[in-house]
């Protein structure tokens, strides 16, 4: 980190615009800088310091992190099932597990898939699980997805080194909490 900017990494699905536009709301001690970071790598470009603070999906499956970072846990985002906008299950307001018994499901081959498995369910192979979030990103016309009641919901969590942490972290922090130039801790 440069004292003049603080890089803060976003994985797919966090959309950082409202941290953004409330971070240049006032007079602030460095320039913010949002860097899109791969799923599989938001732990390992913390570790670099190619970023200085991610959001993170969570858990995260690095041994020790507890102990390496500080993590601030923030949202859940909801389960979501996408499947072809011709399958029968798109008539559904949500799909439950008992839904999908007879289909077949395009399973995670790597943490940064969504899309591709999103392609895939485009051509009538099956469904795909994922975030709520994953699956408005990778939207297209020929896919529809719906709310997945069984599903697990994952959480979005802010994450940065504990042996970095400083005053411009922490203000970070604040914004994100919802604090504004005006209101204390």
Not at 16 to 43: H, I, K, M, N, Y
Not at 66 to 73: D, Q, R, S, W
Request: glycine fraction near 8%; include cysteine; charge should be negative.
């Amino acid at each position: 980190m440069s004292a003049s900017s603080l890089r803060v990494g976003f994985i797919p699905g966090v959309e950082p615009d409202r941290f953004v536009r409330r971070w240049r709301t006032g007079p602030r001690p460095a320039a913010l800088e949002v860097v899109p970071v791969p799923l599989s790598r938001q732990e390992e470009a913390l570790a670099t310091g190619e970023i200085d603070m991610c959001f993170v999906r969570l858990p995260l499956a690095g041994p020790g992190h507890a102990e390496l970072l500080h993590l601030v846990p923030l949202w859940e985002e909801r389960p979501a099932i996408v499947i072809g906008d011709e399958n029968l299950l798109s008539l559904l307001e949500e799909i439950g597990d008992d839904d999908l018994a007879d289909e077949a499901e395009v399973a995670p081959r790597h943490a940064d898939d969504a899309a591709e498995r999103v392609a895939q369910v485009a051509t009538g192979l099956g469904y795909a699980r994922m975030p709520l979030s994953l699956a408005r990103l990778h939207h297209r016309k020929d896919v529809v997805h719906r709310p997945h009641s069984d599903g697990e919901a994952t959480r979005i969590g802010l994450a940065w080194p504990r042996a970095l942490d400083d005053e411009l972290r922490q203000e970070f922090v604040g914004v994100v909490r919802g604090r504004t130039i005006r209101s204390s801790r």
